[in-house]
């Protein structure tokens, strides 16, 4: 536990030092609103038609290498970890050096773009929604780039996040509101009923456009809504901090297309 602590009193302090040093005025606003809500949306990065096209290399990719898709038990989240080392129109995505700007300055250091999920949420019933429900990715550390490739309204399970849970400060108020503990990672919907009134905090929802990008520090507790209707298909940045690769960070979301399915042609890491 003491470990834990350290940790997390470590991470605080190379957020602080760190976070602006790096980034372009017009960068340094937007972390600004990331740094006190967790999380900014910025419409139309992308153009419908690159929004088309990635949907299709989805699709694509689906058919191709149909054993790198994970889905949950009732068929309605479709995910391939690893899409970029089969889609140079993906892997684009991975490598924008603006976005991981951001992430560098959440982490407080070095970052790295571990994988991009490639995600395609269909209606069915039962369906918990993107992640499985209300969650935290991590108490340390983790950052994540989002981009909705297809319009997403109340219907299409948009990306919710609770403003504000990301701060140390209600980390260790809504374990205290919840009588548990600061590493705890799954919330139920009794779970923020009870502590969310105490804490002053509330959910925002985010529907928009295709071609709209969230960045988020996934520290804060979040969730994709049960989808209701149609299909979402969404990128998913997955930042790491650079310590990491010492490590076997890929462990935990395999089989990993290009890791350990081979593509064609094979793309190299």
Request: proline share 4%; aromatic share 10%; charged share 25%.
């Amino acid at each position: 536990m003491l470990k834990f602590y350290a940790s997390l009193a470590s991470l605080e302090l190379k957020r602080h030092f760190f976070s602006l040093k790096h980034l372009e005025e017009a960068q340094i606003k937007i972390q600004a609103q990331i740094h006190k809500k967790g999380i900014v949306s910025i419409p139309n990065f992308y153009p419908p038609e690159q929004c088309k096209q990635l949907r299709s290399e989805i699709d694509r990719l689906e058919r191709t290498y149909p054993q790198s898709v994970w889905t949950d038990s009732v068929q309605s989240d479709h995910r391939i970890v690893g899409a970029e080392n089969a889609s140079s129109a993906i892997r684009d995505f991975a490598n924008d050096s603006w976005i991981r700007a951001f992430a560098e300055s959440n982490m407080g250091g070095g970052a790295f773009s571990g994988f991009i999920l490639a995600a395609r949420l269909a209606a069915t019933e039962l369906n918990k929604g993107s992640g499985g429900g209300w969650h935290r990715d991590s108490v340390l550390e983790q950052f994540k780039a989002i981009i909705y490739l297809s319009t997403v309204s109340e219907e299409q399970g948009p990306f919710e996040y609770i403003e504000g849970s990301h701060r140390l400060s209600n980390i260790f108020a809504t374990a205290k509101a919840l009588k548990g503990s600061p590493q705890k990672y799954r919330f139920s919907n009794e779970d923020l009923e009870s502590a969310l009134p105490k804490l002053g905090l509330t959910i925002k929802t985010f529907n928009a456009e295709e071609g709209t990008l969230l960045l988020v520090n996934t520290r804060g507790i979040h969730r994709g809504r049960p989808i209701k209707s149609g299909n979402r298909y969404a990128l998913t940045n997955y930042f790491f901090p650079q310590r990491s690769l010492r490590n076997d960070y890929l462990k935990k979301f395999r089989p990993v297309l290009g890791v350990d399915i081979p593509t064609t042609p094979l793309i190299q890491r």
